[in-house]
């Protein structure tokens, strides 16, 4: 299958590239510099030159497909809502009738349940939601009645020594000495291995489900002070509590993310797709895995 897809030159989608390349399928791939030019090669995929502002360059390259995957994310540009809806617009619009279009989502889609396990069926609305856009990036996709759209929410994903949070714990750890969780740390979250989330990939878009939105996690919940600790062990460092408003001091708005629990529920995407996580766990892989080899 001709499969185009975008972030294939970040931590995600270039684990997902090297998936749908061992399986067999023709990927292009968007890479907005020469850097991510030589990644994507590397990977076994076909460089398309261009990045997600360049509207008639996504809409040519998804006509050229038969599916596109949309793994390209920025959460620290403040301009990511609009370049990302102008970007599906084009994508969309240009994938050819019929097409499997795989939309990267988050479990940050979902308002703070405080513990308890959230699924699919649960509303999410741009107002209640830490990401706001990928709400809107979810209903755009799943309103283009013509393509075959499938949204994937993912939890902490991890493995391969990669995952922003994680490496930016770990960075804490080696230049501050102390990793921080926020007041008992008690919190669980859910995570996803790489490559687990890769397989899911791969699955969506070799049997299309149209408009299926499936959460991808693994059994495992973790409270947020045993990441902390297997961080700092892993680190030389010491594990820290910070009350609230100290957290909010050190890390300004993002220190509200430290608290959340909304454990996701993954048996859709199991029935949907006969998707089964096999990876090493988060722990496993902080404290004797990937993490620890790199």
């Known amino acids: 299958m001709r499969i185009l897809i975008t972030g294939a030159s970040g931590y995600v989608g270039g684990v997902v590239t090297e998936h749908l390349v061992k399986a067999g399928h023709e990927v292009a791939a968007l890479a907005r510099s020469d850097r991510a030019r030589e990644r994507v090669e590397g990977l076994g ?104 759209g499938t949204v994937i929410r993912a939890a902490l994903v991890y493995g391969r020594g990669g995952s922003g949070l994680l490496r930016g714990l770990i960075a804490a750890g080696r230049q501050n000495g102390v990793v921080p969780y926020v007041g008992d740390g008690a919190n669980e979250w859910s995570s996803v291995h790489v490559d687990d989330l890769a397989a899911l990939y791969v699955a969506a878009i070799e049997s299309p489900r149209p408009g299926a939105v499936v959460n991808a996690a693994s059994p495992e919940r973790t409270p947020f002070r045993r990441i902390s600790e297997a961080v700092a062990e892993l680190t030389g460092a010491r594990a820290v509590s910070l009350t609230p408003e100290q957290a909010v001091a050190a890390m300004g708005p993002a220190a509200g993310a430290l608290t959340r629990s909304s454990p996701l529920d993954a048996s859709r995407a199991r029935r949907l797709f006969g998707w089964d996580p096999v990876g090493p766990g988060l722990l496993e892989d902080l404290t004797t895995g990937s993490y620890a080899q790199s």
């Open 45 to 148: 995929a076909k460089a398309v030159p261009g990045s997600l502002r360049d509207l008639d360059v996504l809409r040519g390259a998804a006509a050229a497909a038969e599916a596109v995957v949309h793994a390209a994310v920025d959460y620290t540009n403040p301009e990511m809502g609009d370049i990302e809806r102008d970007a599906l617009t084009a994508l969309l619009g240009g994938l050819p009738g019929g097409g499997a279009f795989v939309y990267t989502s988050t479990g940050l889609v979902y308002p703070d349940r405080q513990g308890e396990t959230v699924d699919e069926d649960h509303p999410v609305a741009p107002e209640t939601s830490p990401q706001p856009y990928k709400v809107l990036g979810e209903r755009q996709v799943l309103a283009a009645g013509h393509v075959a």
